[in-house]
T-cell receptor, first 114, second 113 residues
Framework: AQSVSQHNHHVILSEAASLELGCNYS??????LFWYVQYPGQHLQLLLK??????LVKGIKGFEAEFIKSKFSFNLRKPSVQWSDTAEYFC????????????FGKGTMLLVSP | DADVTQTPRNRITKTGKRIMLECSQT?????MYWYRQDPGLGLRLIYY???????NKGEISDGYSVSRQAQAKFSLSLESAIPNQTALYFC????????????FGSGTRLTVV
């Protein structure tokens, strides 16, 4: 079974600072990778995903993530955060078997101060 | 209308009571899932269904049961609610390719007192 580890539980940044949230997964086979965002009081929304091809994927709201297969990592980045990026971020993985389900990390709460 | 609708949005119930959370979707997806979210623990899978005749236990199924009444409907029941089932519950759907990830409902906040 797959597992996901997110490095930071809480991150506090000032507006315009750069963001990088770490995510590592554990699984021996081919995977699909996702980042979801949950704004306060809302449900999860898909930020970006990686299935194959270019390991640098771009998502909504200026976010991007890089898949490094050798490191089993899928870190989320944003060059300049805004106050509106305050939210909880979840990395998730599913094995590309057709019968797999999505396994989530424990989440990283990002607080951006104006 | 939302693609994935959960009812109720909020519920307070007493220990020992039976409660049902409902989920319906208009995505036309075959696969449906129930997750619970607890602070610091992320989302954990309770049950999932790959089609109407398929029901599978997830990571934390004890104390829960589900019913897939139709392709569009997937209900979660707590047979005898206990306080540590207080959590935020999410229903989600996907197609079999998961190409677009999962689509989540707005969640049900359940409090067991």
């Amino acid at each position: 079974a797959q597992s996901v580890s997110q490095h930071n539980h809480h991150v506090i940044l000032s507006e315009a600072a750069s963001l990088e949230l770490g995510c590592n997964y554990s699984y021996g086979g081919t995977v699909n990778l996702f980042w979801y965002v949950q704004y306060p009081g809302q449900h999860l929304q898909l930020l970006l995903k990686y299935f194959s091809g270019d390991p640098l994927v771009k998502g909504i709201k200026g976010f991007e993530a890089e898949f490094i297969k050798s490191k089993f990592s899928f870190n989320l980045r944003k060059p300049s955060v805004q106050w509106s990026d305050t939210a909880e971020y979840f990395c998730a993985v599913n094995a590309r078997s057709g019968y797999s389900t999505l396994t989530f990390g424990k989440g990283t709460m990002l607080l951006v101060s104006p | 209308d939302a693609d994935v609708t959960q009812t109720p949005r909020n519920r307070i119930t007493k220990t020992g009571k039976r409660i049902m959370l409902e989920c319906s979707q208009t995505k036309g997806h075959d696969r449906m899932y129930w997750y619970r979210q607890d602070p610091g623990l992320g989302l954990r899978l309770i049950y999932y269904s790959f089609d109407v005749k398929d029901i599978n236990k997830g990571e934390i199924s004890d104390g829960y049961s589900v019913s897939r009444q139709a392709q569009a409907k997937f209900s979660l029941s707590l047979e005898s609610a206990i306080p540590n089932q207080t959590a935020l519950y999410f229903c989600a759907t996907s197609d079999w390719t998961v190409t677009y990830g999962y689509t989540f409902g707005s969640g049900t906040r359940l409090t067991v007192v």
